[in-house]
């Protein structure tokens, strides 16, 4: 039986297989972004705001509210949930948390109350109890296809059902509705079993006709009086909170999409011989590394890839700690570090991809010893690329994005642009132990 370290291919074996490889220096480039984010300390009152907008009508005083939350990174995550709850509880109602995140969290009850814990949310940091279950009841069948709409059972008990979760493209599909209020009704609500079959018939019948159908059908079936939608800016900090009523689901988060497209980070090169990932996980992105970003959609359902960015090669130096191991993504990578083998939770990976029906986004790349053995075969399988020509970029995450390492053919071509700025001049990479010495990117 193999081992990890007999997957592992030590950094002498890649040097010797690649030959002589002149690695490029790094300097430090920064987007240039104008952002107006919320103050902090106006987060939660503004998500407070944002309940105020929405009509609860036939909900009894006193009554409970399901606030869903869900897996991703968010910024000011507990604010926004806590801000949430405060107003409820200050209308006269009962809150309660509960996960919205589909199969994450390994599709345990505990495993996505861990989810939660990790991104802040607590019942001491929201002031209300979370409810963690995977026990999901059918709620109703779509007109067309017949198809089971599934809903988490402690939501569907209470007398009003309030989703809070960030409007952004998805990785998996383009369409009016991506990630937002509506995917979390019928993908996150749905637990295992509803994102299961919703992922099952995404095969043929794609997810941009797929959510809007189930989300009208959920609406009607439920006691959904609205959710809490945010916006992020491109250094991911939070740049609107909007209380949505059920009628504003589809409609108004189609145009909140538009904003979402328009300020989300992004690469400011359309193509790159290697790009250096520090990091990939769930908190940053569905498929670890967003496919928005890097261009690269090569197990998705029935979906082109982004036209742009081209890049050639991609090597990923590990996971974040909030993924707990869920490595779902890691097939977009051609090489990647011992670290990420090392940390990978296999069920968990599997799970996910299984619900997701994405079975090749968990293939395991070329596993590298080192960071040196990493860039050396990314560059030495590109042909003949000189270290001055190399156009080689290296991120923290596909997340953040304000500040990048790139090589000298890149930072020549930042001095002539207005939306990039010159932080530190070109020198050799620094290794340690044959592994990249410097702080991430968004540290530098």
């Not at 009850?109 to 999901?136: F, H, N, P, W, Y």
């Not at 189609?254 to 250096?276: G, N, W």
């Not at 923290?396 to 053919?409: E, G, H, K, Q």
Request: with cysteine; charged share 25%.
């Amino acid at each position: 039986m193999e081992t990890l370290s007999d997957l592992t291919v030590a950094e002498e074996t890649v040097l010797e297989a690649c030959g002589a490889v002149e690695l490029p220096e790094f300097g430090v480039i920064e987007q240039v972004w104008e952002t107006d984010p919320i103050p902090e300390a106006e987060i939660a009152e503004r998500a407070g705001a944002a309940v105020r907008d929405l009509e609860f009508g036939d909900v009894p005083a006193g009554g409970e509210v399901a606030v869903g939350a869900g897996s991703r990174g968010i910024a000011n995550l507990a604010s926004i949930v806590g801000g949430v709850v405060a107003e409820l509880q200050e209308l006269g109602y009962e809150p309660f948390v509960f996960p919205a995140m589909g199969s994450h969290g390994g599709a345990t009850g505990e495993g996505q109350r861990e989810m939660l814990a990790e991104l802040g949310v607590t019942e001491e940091s929201v002031g209300c109890a979370i409810r963690s279950s995977m026990d999901v009841v059918e709620v109703g069948r779509t007109a067309d296809r017949d198809v089971p709409v599934y809903a988490d059972a402690t939501a569907v008990n209470a007398d009003a059902i309030l989703p809070v979760n960030r409007v952004k493209p998805h990785t998996d599909f383009d369409g009016d509705v991506e990630s937002g209020l509506s995917k979390m009704l019928v993908i996150g609500m749905g637990k295992q079993k509803g994102a299961k079959t919703a992922h099952e018939w995404a095969v043929d019948w794609s997810f941009r006709n797929m959510i809007p159908e189930i989300t009208e059908r959920l609406l009607e079936e439920l006691p959904v009086v609205g959710g809490v939608a945010i916006l992020e800016d491109q250094r991911d900090d939070t740049d609107h909170i909007e209380g949505i009523p059920p009628e504003g689901f589809l409609g108004r988060e189609a145009e909140l999409l538009e904003t979402a497209y328009r300020i989300m980070p992004k690469i400011p090169f359309e193509e790159l011989d290697v790009l250096v990932v520090d990091r990939q996980g769930k908190d940053v992105s569905g498929q670890g590394l967003d496919t928005n970003v890097i261009g690269r959609r090569p197990f998705a359902i029935n979906e082109p890839a982004p036209e742009t960015p081209e890049i050639k090669r991609i090597y990923t130096r590990g996971l974040t700690e909030t993924t707990h191991g869920n490595a779902m993504g890691m097939g977009s990578a051609d090489f990647v570090h011992h670290d990420v083998a090392a940390e990978l939770a296999s069920e968990t990976t599997l799970i996910n991809a299984i619900t997701a029906s994405t079975v090749r986004g968990v293939r395991l790349p070329p596993v590298v010893e080192t960071d040196r053995a990493g860039l050396v075969a990314s560059l030495s399988t590109l042909g003949v690329v000189g270290p001055d020509d190399a156009r080689v970029l290296r991120a923290t995450d596909t997340m953040r994005l304000d500040r990048l390492y790139a090589s000298p053919a890149l930072v020549e071509e930042a001095r002539e642009r207005d939306d990039l700025r010159v932080v530190a001049e070109p020198e050799p990479i620094d290794f340690e132990d044959g592994e990249l010495a410097a702080p991430t990117p968004h540290e530098a």
